[in-house]
């Protein structure tokens, strides 16, 4: 049940070539060990406890990379001085102008209304856009995530976030401050979750279908709002669009991963961008804390909804300690981690402290109680296992599974779920695209049949997991040939139209910056075939000039080379040559290789006869280059001179000349 030390080490040498100060912050900010453990101390901790430990390092690595990068200046722009007030998205008043004495929530409502004031006269959603895209740019975190583009012109590229276009920072604005206002509310209220109209509170985020535009359009707009990198990881682990990449479910129910800030708040930030599209980046007040963690926080305070969260926690743990682990068909006993008392305190006094700490890194149990804040349904969609970056399996991955809002009434929440997935140690929303079919059907297993887990079900739960599932969300079962299969329905008419109208705000914006940005590549591709093409026109002359070289340099070198040559001719014999006598033909001094030629005197042939010899020898290159240069002969000309003188220079040169 431990984890093999070596193995964890080689994990934690990845993550060590990291920015300056990346391993003081990590000593400090770190929750799970404040100072760095010798191999002894990581002996001691038990396999859950390295396994946390490392996606949390993980966690804290992406973090730390995000705080540790260049800051891009900024230059602010728009009207000095707060932002102007807007007018509220729902009917209910501002929080000003609510009285002070905690009000009464209506109990026969669906909807929550607060009480007090004056709500102002109904606007239908395209004036309420076109106010806000007029009103003065936010300050603050509203502000830093805006593209920061002068007023009247249209930005040059398109940035990543429905938000950060001019149009529709205002409404963004508007949007996190009216969750804010329901923060407030249900913590002074006490009522069970936020208090927010159920066209907000059961919006579902969409991504535009744009079928039928331009080639490359599409995905041009998809880039600016998708994570494809996680999402091709997720679906080769056939855990998302498994059924559609086989043919059991028609396009129209394929999911997207939408790309999500890496700040440690990843699951808040993952929850609302599937709800409206949007980063959980407004403040709570001074509490320093986002909307939604404080939401989720404050069910950690509350006596009884902690004491409820704490006893599904305790129960799970005692699930999660003990697993089979994969043993490739051998028999293997399940491996259980014995916790103590006092250490289930400690555990849950963290988890409480983690609630309440921005962008620390979240268990779980933060997502069942970020259900329960929404009285909404979580769908987490992850790999079994969890690998390391050499692909050996670590730990089943607890985060997978299904989170309801047991502690709420099933008529009081939302029966669309929201679907998130799980990739290293990162929380992203998973959402469909805008389409013709009314429905979109999810899958609640992963490709190999496995069911996803019911997570902090207590035992009578358990025993009847879908009957209680359909209290909470809506579900069917289908029938694929592999056998049955429980799906989750999400319905695209939930899409909150305020959020539509921003997403086509987006999407008006991006057909403008698409054809400059095709444009501004078309014109760096034209650079580049230019420049392409004068580096092709520099290299072919320097390669011409090298070849002259090579060549001049080359036939240099050939005027130097002897060259083997073959004649005939006839010499006579000296006085005293007898028949079978060896004797020899001198060349001409220097002129020739070898210097002289030997031969036997042939049968019959005595001093003074003439006989005739056939002998191979080398010209001299210097000789052949003389006899070139004096009568502007070829080399192959000038070498079958020297032949017939025996490599004389002289004698070929008269023979030229027709002097000798």
Request: proline content about 7%; glycine content about 6%; charged content about 25%.
């Amino acid at each position: 049940s431990r984890l093999d030390i070596d193995r964890f080490k080689l994990f934690l040498f990845y993550l060590r070539p990291r920015p300056p100060g990346f391993s003081r912050e990590l000593h400090r900010e770190t929750s799970t060990m404040h100072r760095f453990l010798s191999e002894e101390e990581l002996g001691d901790l038990t396999h859950q406890q390295l396994v946390t430990l490392a996606l949390e390092l993980q966690a804290r690595v992406v973090e730390l990379e995000g705080v540790n990068a260049p800051k891009r200046k900024r230059t602010p722009q728009g009207a000095s001085g707060p932002p102007r007030r807007l007018a509220p998205l729902t009917d209910q008043p501002s929080a000003s102008a609510r009285p002070k004495a905690a009000p009464e929530m209506p109990g026969t409502s669906a909807s929550v209304h607060m009480p007090g004031g004056e709500s102002e006269p109904a606007r239908s959603h395209s004036e309420e856009l076109a106010k806000r895209a007029t009103a003065p740019r936010p300050t603050g975190l509203d502000a830093e995530e805006a593209d920061h583009t002068p007023r009247g012109s249209r930005p040059a590229k398109l940035v990543r976030g429905i938000s950060r276009i001019p149009a529709n920072v205002a409404a963004a604005s508007q949007l996190r401050a009216e969750l804010v206002q329901a923060v407030g509310y249900s913590q002074t209220a006490g009522t069970p979750g936020l208090a927010l109209q159920p066209a907000l509170s059961h919006s579902t985020f969409f991504l535009p279908s744009l079928e039928g535009e331009r080639p490359g359009f599409r995905e041009y707009i998809h880039s600016k709002l998708t994570a494809p990198h996680y999402q091709q990881a997720l679906e080769e682990d056939e855990v998302l669009n498994w059924a559609v990449r086989r043919s059991l479910l028609t396009a129209e129910h394929r999911l997207f991963v939408l790309w999500t800030l890496s700040d440690g708040n990843c699951l808040l930030h993952a929850t609302l961008l599937a709800m409206w599209g949007l980063h959980d980046t407004h403040m709570v007040g001074a509490s320093g804390l986002s909307s939604i963690r404080s939401a989720m926080s404050q069910l950690f305070v509350d006596p009884i909804k902690s004491l409820a969260l704490h006893n599904r926690w305790e129960r799970q743990m005692a699930r999660d300690s003990a697993w089979l682990p994969d043993t490739k068909g051998k028999e293997s006993p399940p491996a259980k981690v014995e916790v103590t008392e006092s250490q289930m305190e400690r555990d849950w006094a963290e988890m409480v402290e983690i609630a309440g700490r921005q962008n620390a890194f979240l268990d779980s149990v933060h997502v069942l109680a970020v259900a329960h804040a929404l009285c909404r349904p979580l769908v987490v969609v992850a790999p079994a296992m969890q690998t390391d970056h050499f692909g050996v399996p670590l730990t089943p991955l607890f985060f997978r599974g299904i989170y309801l809002p047991f502690e709420c009434p099933p008529e009081l929440c939302c029966q669309q779920p929201l679907i998130l997935c799980f990739k290293d140690a990162h929380f992203m929303p998973v959402v469909p695209v805008r389409g013709a079919a009314t429905q979109v059907r999810v899958p609640l297993a992963d490709g190999t049949g496995e069911e996803l887990p019911l997570r902090f079900a207590t035992d009578d739960e358990m025993s009847q997991k879908w009957e209680v599932v359909a209290r909470y969300m809506d579900v069917e079962r289908v029938n694929f040939p592999s056998g049955e299969c429980q799906v989750a329905i999400v319905h695209r008419s939930t899409a909150h139209p305020l959020v539509e109208e921003m997403l086509d705000q987006f999407v008006e914006v991006g057909s403008t910056t698409f054809d400059a940005e095709r444009e501004e590549e078309t014109e760096a591709k034209r650079r580049l075939e230019q420049e392409a093409a004068a580096r092709h026109v520099k290299e072919k002359e320097e390669r011409k000039k090298k070849a002259a070289t090579e060549l001049q340099q080359g036939s240099s070198d050939s005027m130097d080379e002897d060259v083997l040559v073959s004649d005939r001719f006839d010499v006579k014999l000296a006085e005293s040559a007898r028949p079978g006598d060896k004797m020899s033909f001198i060349f001409p001094k220097g002129c020739t290789v070898p210097a002289k030629t030997e031969f036997q005197v042939p049968p019959g042939c005595f001093g003074g006869t003439m006989v005739t010899l056939t002998s191979k020898f080398k010209i001299k290159g210097s000789s052949i280059q003389q006899v070139c240069e004096v009568t502007s002969q070829s080399r192959e000309d000038a070498t079958k001179l020297l032949a017939k003188a025996h490599g004389d220079v002289n004698v070929a040169v008269e023979k030229y000349f027709g002097l000798g």
